[in-house]
């Protein structure tokens, strides 16, 4: 069991955790949320010692082993499997002293814990979770130091996961990690046989890893029980009871001074008077709820809609120097087109992107591009391509030299800057922050085609969703890779697969993904689920196939059309009946008008699901018949 007992932490000053208590028993996998600068990392640290409360304790049962992943793995000329071997002390220490003991009982008692911790196994577990983390047999023979800071962040993550500790913290594990590895990770942690602490904004690894949720919020923890959209259920509930309890206390005191302001003077009223003012006296004013703002992320339409295909590829070939890391490409890309990119790293991801961004030219076959196609590019490291001493406005003006100040103020705000951080120099700014100000930079001249690689590093799960919206409404094409299995479920129409060296369709969907590099195929080999791009149309057929399409669709898309216009009407007529209803005082003046209502809302409610019943067998038919 860990005790949390009290504790208070701060930070160049700034309080983070204010007196908070927890307690946390043994087996349990808790997800540790909260907005990013909140304290999460600074709990860990408190945890494991490396930092001490300015007040209260942290306790452990005795001998609780505490793991944590290193910043990364040494670079030495050690292979990965034997780093990751050495991370088990005692089977080393055991090993070592199998070798020197001469004690017979003493030789005994090593071999009987030796075969306690399955030490003969250890290599094949070893093994298991390299592979797991997207090293091969080849790969795990090669030494850490061939290898660069984010794959060794990997070979650190195994080492903590093969030697097992009592208490396990992971801190946002999955930022390294592609999104095959986040998904054996995540069954992984699920397995675990000891208790597991992790902090993650990824929506999905906590609601299928953890079992509870601990919310670091207002410098106080929070258990809550369930998944992460338990958790967010049980606090809207508990964010809804505390309003009204707020709305009621308001409402008492108000009756209280207004008692007390007009008979405290009189002789006969004066004892209730003082009364009530006492009970003033007394009554704590609850807490107001403090819901931080998130600050939508905002993407410029395209000034026009072009022609579909905005891309096409023939025969085409790409790579670095004489290599080519992809072959045989004959794709298209509509002007509409929601696109995921599946592939382990290493695969040709981020290839096939600066390809597509013209980072890099072809080495065979051909591209057309639609004209005045206008591409953003958005990756991760670029973060480091930002000048750390200019501020967010000297990065903007450098893009609009001409515009006023205000006008370049304006787009700065536009990219969720507050005005503090839009005079702050880039090096001071956090990594979401970064993040944002790279996005709103890449976005500035409205494209027609948006290429995301792991934008959401940096991102609490609030940002996430914002910038779920912020695609979601975006009109032009999305080019996505991403680890986060929600936003790529909640943002994208169609996966590809990269791997093998060549792009295909993936037919199937994340869960069919999932299982697939859960029974042990890597990207790329499960060809059953793939189906390689067809050959292309010449530029006549595609024009007359796609006008006949259209034409033949037309009725479906009207009947669609409508179905959204009456949903919509539906849910507005909803919303407005549970105003209605929310009402307490409707319940006891007019109660035949409150049941009235009641089966009105239940009317709509019934011809809501029905039409989006219908609407998704007609829209699933619509993208049936595209696909054809």
Do not use: C
């Not at 794959?151 to 030697?163: D, E, S, Y």
């Not at 994340?510 to 080999?525: F, N, P, Q």
């Not at 292309?536 to 179905?563: F, G, M, N, T």
């Amino acid at each position: 069991m860990l005790q949390i007992s009290d504790i208070s932490a701060r930070v160049a000053g700034r309080l983070l955790i204010d007196h908070a208590s927890l307690t946390i028993p043994t087996g349990t996998k808790a997800g540790l949320v909260g907005r990013n600068g909140t304290g999460k990392s600074t709990l860990f640290r408190i945890i494991t010692g490396d930092l001490a409360a300015e007040t209260g304790e942290v306790s452990v049962p005795r001998n609780t082993r505490i793991g944590q992943v290193a910043q990364e793995a040494p670079g030495t000329q050690d292979s990965l499997i034997e780093v990751v071997l050495k991370a088990d002390l005692e089977r080393v220490a055991l090993l070592a002293e199998a070798e020197t003991a001469s004690d017979p009982h003493r030789i005994a008692e090593i071999h009987t814990r030796l075969a306690d911790i399955d030490s003969h196994s250890a290599e094949a577990r070893a093994a298991a979770i390299l592979d797991g983390l997207g090293f091969d047999a080849a790969a795990q023979a090669r030494p850490v130091a061939s290898y660069s800071g984010g794959w060794r962040m990997r070979v650190a993550l195994a080492a903590v996961l093969f030697a097992r500790p009592d208490l396990l913290l992971l801190d946002e594990p999955t930022n390294y990690l592609d999104l095959e590895g986040t998904l054996w990770l995540e069954n992984f942690v699920s397995r675990y046989p000891h208790t597991v602490l992790i902090i993650s904004h990824d929506r999905d690894v906590l609601n299928n890893a953890v079992d509870s949720i601990i919310h670091l919020d207002q410098k106080k923890l929070n258990f809550y029980r369930g998944s992460y959209d338990s958790f967010e259920r049980q606090r809207a509930e508990k964010l809804e009871l505390m309003q009204k309890q707020i709305v009621k206390q308001q409402a008492e005191r108000k009756h209280m001074e207004a008692f007390v302001e007009r008979f405290r003077a009189k002789a006969s009223k004066a004892r209730q008077a003082q009364s009530r003012l006492k009970a003033l006296e007394r009554m704590q004013p609850l807490a107001a709820i403090l819901e931080e703002h998130v600050t939508p992320f905002v993407f410029e339409a395209p000034e026009k809609v072009l022609a579909s295909p905005i891309i096409r590829m023939e025969g085409v070939a790409v790579g670095y120097e004489s290599r080519s890391i992809l072959r045989g490409l004959n794709l298209r890309i509509d002007h509409d087109d929601r696109i995921a990119l599946l592939g382990a790293n290493g695969n040709g991801k981020s290839t096939f992107a600066k390809l597509l961004a013209e980072r890099l030219q072809p080495q065979a076959g051909e591209i057309t591009r639609a004209p005045g196609l206008k591409v953003a590019f958005f990756a991760q490291h670029q973060i480091d391509d930002l000048r750390p001493d200019e501020t967010a406005v000297q990065h903007v003006r450098r893009h609009m030299p001409q515009a006023p100040e205000a006008k370049v103020r304006a787009r700065v705000a536009r990219m969720g800057l507050s005005t503090e951080k839009m005079d702050t120099v880039a090096d001071k700014l956090s990594g979401g922050e970064k993040a944002r100000l790279l996005m709103g930079l890449a976005t500035l001249d409205a494209p027609n085609l948006l290429i995301l690689d792991e934008p959401t590093n940096h991102l609490d799960i609030e940002a996430r969703e914002s910038l779920v919206r912020a695609l979601n409404d975006f009109p032009g094409a999305v080019i996505l890779i991403s680890h986060d299995r929600h936003m790529v479920e909640a943002t994208m129409d169609r996966l590809w697969l990269v791997g093998d060296g060549t792009v295909a369709r993936y037919d199937g969907d994340l869960e069919d993904y999932k299982k697939l590099i859960l029974s042990g195929r890597r990207s790329g080999s499960g060809t059953e689920a793939v189906e390689v791009a067809e050959p292309v149309q010449s530029r006549a057929d595609q024009r007359r196939s796609a006008a006949e399409k259209r034409e033949a669709l037309k009725p479906l898309r009207k009947k669609i059309s409508a179905l959204e216009i009456q949903m919509t009407r539906l849910q507005k007529t909803i919303t407005e009946l549970d105003a209605q209803l929310a009402d307490p005082a409707l319940y006891t003046r007019e109660a035949s008008k409150a049941a009235d209502l009641g089966k009105q809302k239940a009317h709509a409610a019934r011809t809501l699901e029905k039409a989006e019943e219908e609407w998704l067998a007609l829209t699933e038919e619509h993208e049936a018949a595209m696909a054809d």
